[in-house]
């Protein structure tokens, strides 16, 4: 299996870096820097894509800056609508499968029950995004929709990793400088640690190889998903299960701060946010029969520096032969 993977220097890129060479099937992955490959620049990507011919391109680069996106949508715009819908175009035109990622905030967060409690989206609800990330992400989907191309579109939320920027590294940095913190608290969803994604990314790939036949796969399974941990926090609340591992596991090198929750309107951002980013993964236990870790599972294991796999994963049944170039 021939892979493009974008985005290596990003969190789930680089995740997927180092699991996809321990699928089962042979995987020739060819992985480019944006110094080679500038998802922005359409002739490029176009060029990239022919040359290597792909059976799967792998896509989770993205213009992930959500307020700076605010005054730059046309930039946000190229990298995460159109760049995905000329993957989907050449996939098409190829006979290849496409696995982009998406995020919960293609959604208005304001889904709840009849007392207030919030719900967590499924794939069939409307979207509304509320800021410009989520309205170019959400034209990303639209359009690899409509190119009839084999596609999974996987939907995920607060990402975070041991590696690039996110607010698992912001915390502990901001842990180790002062004493006390205040953290939105009234912002709700599930962090995901870039390794599972990697991980549940991969098992599924482990099935599409180990499928008789690759159309019917795509066929079959197919479409829209929301991959996720389970569980449920906010802001604060993960800050504070950071911070609490860290400083049991002594690495703070000082004592903890206080950590203090306020609400999102005392800590004014560009971009609007959802109140209510849970996504249901449903839809993806039935299809894949993956299960899902509680998210503080997956948070210690990153805490712990330690790679995660699914449970009896598929991608782990046999010795490594892939290779990335
Ligand atoms: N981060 C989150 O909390 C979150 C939440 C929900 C969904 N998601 C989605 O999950 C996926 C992975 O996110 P992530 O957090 O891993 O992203 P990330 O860490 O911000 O990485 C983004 C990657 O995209 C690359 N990229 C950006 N613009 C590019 C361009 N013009 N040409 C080539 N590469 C470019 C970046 O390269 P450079 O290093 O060169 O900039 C980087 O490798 C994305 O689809 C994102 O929308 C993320």
Redesign the pocket.
């Known amino acids: 299996m021939r892979i493009l993977l974008?985005?290596?220097?990003?969190?789930?890129?680089n995740a997927l870096l180092s699991h996809l060479p321990r699928l089962p099937a042979t995987a020739v992955v060819h992985a480019p820097?944006?110094a080679k490959?500038?998802?922005?620049n359409a002739t490029q990507l176009r060029q990239c894509i022919t040359d290597f011919k792909p059976d799967l391109i792998i896509?989770?680069?993205?213009?992930?800056a959500v307020d700076l996106a605010e005054s730059e949508a046309e930039k946000a715009h190229?990298?995460?609508a159109i760049?995905p819908a000329i993957m989907a175009e050449e996939a098409r035109k190829l006979g290849a499968g496409l696995i982009?990622?998406?995020?919960?905030?293609v959604f208005s967060g304001d889904k709840s029950d009849a007392e207030g409690n919030w719900q967590a989206y499924t794939e069939a609800d409307a979207t509304g995004p509320l800021n410009v990330y989520g309205q170019t992400?959400l034209a990303g989907e639209q359009a690899i929709v409509a190119s009839g191309c084999q596609h999974l579109i996987l939907?995920?939320?607060?990402?975070?990793?041991n590696f690039?920027?996110?607010?698992f590294l912001t915390m502990l940095k901001l842990a180790r400088e002062r004493d006390q913190l205040r953290v939105v608290n009234d912002q709700w969803g599930t962090p995901?640690s870039?390794d599972w994604l990697a991980a549940a990314t991969c098992e599924i790939l482990a099935q599409l190889q180990q499928a008789n036949d690759a159309v019917t796969w795509w066929q079959e399974f197919g479409g829209v998903y929301h991959l996720s941990a389970s569980g449920k926090t906010n802001w604060f609340a993960f800050a504070t299960a950071i911070i609490e591992l860290a400083d049991q596991q002594n690495k703070l090198g000082k004592a903890a701060p206080q950590i203090s929750g306020i609400p999102a309107s005392e800590y004014p951002v560009p971009a609007r946010r959802p109140h209510n980013s849970l996504l249901s993964t449903e839809k993806l236990q039935t299809a894949f029969g993956l299960s899902i870790p509680d998210w503080r599972i997956t948070l210690d294991a990153c805490m712990q520096g330690v790679q995660l796999s699914v449970s009896e994963p598929l991608y782990l049944t046999t010795q490594a032969q892939g290779q990335a170039k």
């Open positions: 974008t985005g290596t220097s990003g969190q789930l890129g820097q944006r490959l500038d998802l922005s896509n989770p680069a993205a213009y992930t190229a990298i995460n760049a982009h990622y998406s995020t919960d905030y992400k939907r995920t939320s607060w990402v975070y990793s690039g920027k996110n607010f995901n870039a």
